[in-house]
Antibody, heavy 119, light 111 residues
Framework: EVQLVESGGGLVQPGGSVRLSCAASGFTFGSYAMKWVRQAPGKGLEYVASVSSDGGSAFYTNSVKGRFTISRDNSEDTVYLQMGYLSAEDMAVYYC????????????WGRGTLVTVSS | QSVLTQPPSASGTPGQRVTISCSGSSSNIGSNYVYWYQQLPGMAPKLLIYKNDQRPSGVSDRFSGSKSGTSASLAISGVRSEDEADYYCAAWDDFLSTDVVFGGGTKLTVL
């Protein structure tokens, strides 16, 4: 069974940083690209970042470029999101998702981890 | 303001057919596949439709997707109370420096 479990969220001060983790199981992790998608309270879904299956390529939405870094460790079946210079606009539930092969979309999602930015 | 435009709400009575629209442009829906995601209350999103009209295994055939030009639609036939959820369309955009864009979401209420 495919499972994605996010962790690392919590209360962070404005300007602070946090690292989110997404532990994968139930599939060959190194064969799939991964994404982070966030959802602010009461709002819709927003793409944040993606990383290729081998970790060699990373992409970001404009609002997080230079502040967030996505990475992965295929030996640990884990994808990370290092987040810095956080502001209230970054407060959201952060989901990791597996990118299906062959343009089948985001076929599996984790339950998400909440990042609260507040002093 | 989302790149893809969806109505904020939709409703139907049990058994009805409900349609949710998603409007985009030539750089997203017009030239790329459309995806639909269902998010039940308090849950993570779930892939409902991929490549415009394909259903992942396990998704009820009551859900169907279509695309025409720069617009797409999700249809739910025989709507049930358990279909009450938020529905999001998504597509890649060739011009924006982000690889996937989402619609603002449509909250479906089953009356």
């Amino acid at each position: 069974e495919v499972q994605l479990v996010e962790s690392g969220g919590g209360l962070v001060q404005p300007g602070g940083s946090v690292r989110l983790s997404c532990a994968a199981s139930g599939f060959t992790f190194g064969s799939y690209a991964m994404k982070w998608v966030r959802q602010a309270p009461g709002k819709g879904l927003e793409y944040v970042a993606s990383v290729s299956s081998d970790g060699g390529s990373a992409f970001y939405t404009n609002s997080v470029k230079g502040r967030f870094t996505i990475s992965r460790d295929n030996s640990e079946d884990t994808v990370y999101l290092q987040m810095g210079y956080l502001s209230a606009e970054d407060m959201a539930v952060y989901y990791c998702a597996r990118v299906g092969i062959g343009a089948v979309g985001l076929e599996y999602w984790g339950r998400g981890t909440l990042v609260t930015v507040s002093s | 303001q989302s790149v893809l435009t969806q109505p904020p709400s939709a409703s139907g009575t049990p058994g009805q057919r409900v349609t949710i629209s998603c409007s985009g442009s030539s750089s997203n829906i017009g030239s790329n596949y459309v995806y639909w995601y269902q998010q039940l209350p308090g849950m993570a999103p779930k892939l409902l439709i991929y490549k415009n009209d394909q259903r992942p295994s396990g998704v009820s055939d009551r859900f169907s997707g279509s695309k025409s030009g720069t617009s797409a639609s999700l249809a739910i036939s025989g709507v049930r109370s358990e279909d009450e959820a938020d529905y999001y369309c998504a597509a890649w955009d060739d011009f924006l420096s982000t690889d996937v864009v989402f619609g603002g979401g449509t909250k479906l209420t089953v009356l």
